[in-house]
């Protein structure tokens, strides 16, 4: 059996807020619960979206809050040679493309690209690069949802692996990522469910088996509208580390009367570690924050 390798990979745009704070914590209690390993990766694979030292700080906002990874920090800036790498073997089975679409002549055509350049052989230079889709899948199994169907036109979709400005693109670095780790466990917001039948044909290509995963609530302000750094969510307050702890802890399922903001850090994760379970977070897409008690 594979050992749990859990991991968090925030992207470095902004500090943590508390939706971050949630499925941070979800996935950490989650692998230690497993006595496995919990990894912490800095997704900045798109340098335009970086804010200089958001690294730094959500660093600093993990360990006021009781968690603590192991191993180094993992940077995506330093593996451009690693996303390299995997395009040269996926172009060697000649299975990508450059495709000279832009988004919106994409959805001036419908919701999704149905493959207009694949067979154009056009210039890799300041094109996008795209990879074929081979697959037929339209559905997973999720450890916290089950069965999960995705729109089957979106699962049909030739990814985009590598952008017209030279970037490569997260569903390539995320992968690539993920098998060098060795990670067996992918805890992460259900915002991310329909990239992961995507996500797991680049696995499929590359010769390898995807992990499990564990999709959990977005914590939305109101019904479809997330917390989130683009919609400027507050950063959390490490000074109020106990008490945004126990605002987590209620968010994820966990009766949070007899805990109190004197517990001390290391209290509060013990506690939480005890009591947590997957079965007691609720079975959604989203959690509205107004919906959360402490009492």
Not at 158 to 177: E, M, T
Request: aromatic share 8%; net charge neutral.
């Amino acid at each position: 059996m594979q050992a749990y390798v859990g991991r968090f990979a925030p992207s470095p745009s902004g500090p943590l807020h508390f939706g971050s704070l949630v499925c941070a914590l979800v996935s950490f209690l989650h692998a230690r619960q497993a006595k496995g390993k919990w990894l912490v990766r800095i997704e900045d694979v798109d340098t335009t979206r970086v804010q200089e030292g958001a690294d730094k700080v959500i660093l600093s906002q993990l360990l006021a809050h009781g968690m603590q990874w192991d191993g180094d920090i993992v940077y995506q800036t330093d593996r451009q040679h690693a996303y390299q790498s995997a395009l040269d073997t996926l172009h060697k089975q000649q299975l990508v493309y450059a495709c000279a679409c832009t988004r919106q002549e994409i959805k001036s055509k419908g919701r999704y690209y149905t493959g207009t350049c694949r067979q154009m052989q056009l210039p890799w230079e300041n094109n996008a690069i795209r990879v074929i889709n081979t697959c037929q899948n339209t559905y997973f199994d999720d450890i916290h949802l089950g069965h999960v169907q995705v729109d089957a036109l979106f699962c049909s979709e030739d990814l985009s692996i590598k952008r017209k400005d030279g970037l490569f693109a997260y569903n390539l670095a995320v992968v690539v990522d993920d098998i060098e780790q060795h990670v067996s466990h992918i805890v992460r917001g259900a915002d991310l469910i329909d990239t992961t039948v995507q996500q797991q044909h680049i696995y499929s290509l590359l010769g390898k088996t995807s992990p499990k995963y564990f999709h959990l609530p977005v914590i939305c302000t109101k019904s479809g509208q997330k917390l989130s750094k683009q919609n400027h969510a507050a950063a959390i307050d490490n000074k109020q580390a106990s008490k945004n702890l126990i605002y987590a802890f209620a968010a994820i399922g966990l009766s949070c009367q007899s805990l109190t903001e004197k517990m001390t850090i290391e209290e509060l994760i013990h506690w939480a570690l005890t009591h947590w379970s997957p079965n007691l977070l609720v079975k959604r897409r989203e959690i509205l924050i107004s919906d959360i008690n402490t009492v």
